[in-house]
């Protein structure tokens, strides 16, 4: 019984040491290394670990922006909201809501967090209406230096915002005042993609017409928008065609719709007017697509430069400051010198008050010497 166990394990070993070595058979031809595999495992590890991305949308209530996220993203990130009237309006101050939902297609995971701006414009007076804005994108700044400074950097939630649409009202000549204050304000903190709500209140040559002001109104202003990093000479034409198409149609014109439409013979979502039907992703009909595209193909251009960009300059800037956090910067000046001026006032307090010793002592110096010589 024993002998057979030991000749049953013997067999046994002989076979593993026999199928051990095509395990290791190498398939390539001779001199491949296997480190040409390296980009499958980052995509592998990718795949896993999932995505993070943070998108803002900032524009007048009105123009869609709403409608526009859930068309993007094929979702509902606002089931119930609640509309404020014109009374609420007058006295509202701008709001953060951030909504994160997990969207995953073919396998992919992604942890996207919009980030909505209402009460925007509305108020009577918008001169400060955008500081809680800045405030919030520092905030997730100042998070991320707080988490990246820790002891644990192993699950850092990356909160920061990545990129930002800017809504820009169809209605108008160009861009408002509120509109070119607001981007100078953000444009060193996140990647603006200015947008053209509603386009479909627009005829063709109204839309160019548009572009071509709210881009020249842009460079005017010194106002700095997200670029598109342009082709790689490797890449293939069809992308570098895309590519070129992408940077022609910036700012996107766009249309949202979550209804779906029976058009030629087929359903699409869309918006039905008496003249006919507006397809939301149709690209002759407006930049929905190529805004979208725009969105997913350059997801990781847009990390990358909130990383190696925005968030260095913000944390350079906060390492000058020794680590003081500041929340504003016109608050902290005006700090600074109320502070400077309380301190000049005690200081010319506390020279007072030598002063009216140093009097005191010279009268009583001068009063015992003439009791003194009396006394003699």
Known sequence: MCISVFQQVDETSLKMSKQQPAQFINPETPGYVGFANLPNQVHRKSVKKGFEFTLMVVGESGLGKSTLINSLFLT????????????????????????????????????????????????????????????????????????????????????????C?????????????????????????????PVIAKADTLTLKERERLKKRVLDEIEEHSIKIYHLPDAESDEDEDFKEQTRLLKASIPFSVVGSNQLIEAKGKKVRGRLYPWGVVEVENPEHNDFLKLRTMLITHMQDLQEVTQDLHYENFRSERLKRGGRKVENEDVNKDQILLEKEAELRRMQEMIARMQAQMQMQMQTGDGDGAAHGHHV
């Open 165 to 193: 649409f800017y809504f820009i009202s169809p209605f108008g000549h160009g861009l408002k005042p509120l509109d070119v204050a607001f981007m100078k304000a953000i444009h060193n903190k996140v990647n603006i993609v």
């Open 76 to 163: 509902d990130l606002y089931p119930e909201r609640v509309l404020p009237g014109a009374a609420e309006k007058i006295e509202r101050t701008v709001q953060i809501e951030a909504s994160t939902v997990e969207i995953e297609e073919r396998g992919v995971k992604l942890r996207l967090t919009v980030v909505d701006t209402p009460g925007y414009g509305d108020a009577i007076n918008c001169r400060d209406c955008f500081k809680t804005i800045i405030s919030y994108i520092d905030e997730q700044f100042e998070r991320y230096l707080h988490d990246e400074s820790g002891l644990n950097r192993r699950h850092i939630i990356d909160n920061r915002v990545h990129c």
